[in-house]
Each structure stands twice: as C-alpha cells, then as structure tokens.
C-alpha cells in the first residue's frame, strides 16, 4: 500500500558522459533555442540552470508528461538557492520551462554566449555537467509524506512496533534519489501538509500539487567528493498540479528545497 509502481522514474546520472546542449542533464550549459535568453527574476537577475530532460527519451508512463520536447528547471542562485518560503509557486526566483519542439541547430558556443555561470562556483548545487537517463521502477511513500501516517495506520501491528524496527522502517521507505513521478522523499517536512502550518506562512494552498515533475538529491563519492548538494545533504522537489500539467501551464510549479 505504500509503493507506486507505474508512475515513477529513476533519474540515472552518468558522471563521464559527453553531454549534447540538447541532451538530457543535470547542470551544465542548459538548452536555450536562437532567439530564447535565459530566464530573469523581476528584478533582471539572471536565473541558473539545475536539470532537463527530454521528453522523448522517458519510457512510457502514467504521469502526465508530454512526450516531446524539452523540460528545463532553474533557479536563482542566492544564499536561499531560489527558495521562496513566503510563496513556494510564485515562479520569480524559479522557473520550470517547456520547449514543445527543440531546435536541434543550437550549439555550445552559441549558448555559451548567452548565458552566465555563477561567479561563486560551489553557488550551483549541481557542481558539474552529467548526462541522465531514465528507467521505469517503484518507490515507497517516505516517513515525511504528508499521507504517511493515514496509510501505515492501515497496517496490522504498525503500532506495536519496537523503536529499532521503526528506526529500520524508516530506513527502508526513505529511498533518497533523483526522481519524476512516484513518492517524493522529504528531509524534513512536506510543505504541502497543512499541518505544517508554521512553514506555511500565509496559509496558502498546496493540497493539489500531487505530481513530482522531479526530484534532486544531494550525491557524493569517497573518490569524487560533492556532485550535488543542497545544504547538508538535502534534496529539492518541483511540484505541478494534474489541471496545470493536462494545460501544460508550467507557471506555477512548487518548488521548495531541504536539508538534514
């Protein structure tokens, strides 16, 4: 009762691939077709590029996505990378933007042109350029899951649990990854429960925001140190509604960010 089989997918990050400008990726130069500069807050501070991901090369889902064309995500690179905590959708410090068809005559050299690399080099959680891929699988609901707690309860002896065969248990339901789709995993707390009304400062509502358009976790090795990191091993979520999705209005995704 607490997987999702059918609408989650595995974001596999390949730290050696050659990237394309058009290519599926974490970080890097992003896509930006001859006529596009990159994306502004209101102020005219230029936006910075964490992912995309070409729609054409995701297995076939029950998510919602389009099936072609291009999905880009950005952010502001300030001391709160992005984070709005007045607004979690006002999409100023972050943008999620869909290129319906791609222009397969933009090059490097051309986007380099245009667009700027934060001058602090560790600003970018993303903290190279890594070519993605895809696969089909199932996640678990995680521990902070804003329904967690009215699913377990359905679980016979869930209750009755001793402290250390909690501790397993959450171990076990909190996969951490990079993910479209499925069950999010939460460092703290889900910003869509209206529970949480202290993070939640002006009561908004973020009931609808069911779908996981993706999720970024922080990811290190002993030989390569941080390839990703947000705060102190934390992960970042953007969120869309199922009516914006079936729109394709990607104007006010939720995007929040947490660390341990």
Not at 10 to 17: A, N, Q, R, S, W
Not at 197 to 225: M, P, R
Request: aromatic share 14%.
């Amino acid at each position: 009762m607490i997987t999702n089989n059918e609408d989650l997918l595995k974001v596999i990050d390949d730290l050696f691939e050659q990237n394309n400008i058009t290519d599926s990726k974490f970080g890097g130069l992003p896509y930006l077709p001859q006529d596009v500069h990159c994306p502004t807050t209101l102020e005219g501070e230029q936006l910075h590029f964490l992912a995309q991901y070409r729609l054409d090369e995701i297995p076939k889902n029950d998510i919602g996505l389009p099936t072609t064309g291009l999905l880009q995500f950005w952010v502001l690179m300030d001391d709160m990378i992005g984070l709005n905590d007045d607004n979690y959708i006002l999409n100023d410090r972050h943008r999620v933007i869909y290129y319906p068809k791609i222009d397969m005559t933009v090059t490097r050299d051309g986007v380099s042109e245009k667009y700027r690399y934060p001058e602090d080099e560790y600003a970018n959680p993303v903290r190279g350029e890594y070519a993605i891929t895809f696969q089909l699988g199932e996640n678990m609901m995680s521990y902070e899951d804003r329904d967690f707690d009215k699913v377990v309860n359905q679980i016979e002896g869930y209750d009755y649990l001793s402290e250390a065969d909690e501790d397993k248990f959450y171990e076990i339901v909190n996969q951490e990854g990079h993910y479209i789709g499925g069950n999010p995993v939460f460092p703290q707390y889900d910003i869509r429960d209206s529970r949480y009304i202290e993070f939640n400062k002006h009561n908004l509502d973020y009931s609808n925001y069911d779908i996981l358009l993706l999720q970024i976790a922080s990811e290190w090795y002993d030989n390569t140190g941080d390839l990703i990191n947000w705060g102190d091993s934390g992960s970042a979520h953007f969120f869309i509604t199922k009516d914006d999705l079936e729109r394709l209005d990607f104007t006010k995704v939720l995007y929040e960010w947490a660390c341990y």
